[in-house]
């Protein structure tokens, strides 16, 4: 899988390999609110949602991000900021809709039927 050489490209859920789709060097950022996370979210992501981030920033990774919400109008928004704030980002267009309705992994803290919300 190649993924954009430039930050702020948008990804496609299309690019990205169901097997593996994080890749090594990148981190999964989720910036959607609490209660769409506890729904269902991607595992291994890191959660910060969009509003928290300018606070938060210190705890984000070194790794390039790529970064996702609901259907990708936040995470958009985020990557750009990110981008602007010197980290390497990139938007998964379509989000976690896409993400769900292309069969790649969606899970839950507490163990129930994980739903993209």
Known sequence: MALPETPGTP??????DADNPVPSGYVLL???????WDA????????IPMGELPAR????PEEELLVVCRSGGRSSRSADWLNQAGFDAYNINGGMKDWAR???????????EPEIM
């Open 102 to 112: 292309a069969g790649l992994p969606v899970t839950r803290d507490d163990g129930g």
């Open 57 to 60: 920033v210190e705890e984000l």
């Open 40 to 47: 269902g979210h991607a595992p291994d992501a890191v959660h």
């Open 11 to 16: 990804v496609a859920v299309s690019d990205l």
């Open 30 to 36: 989720d910036v959607r609110e609490q209660d769409e």
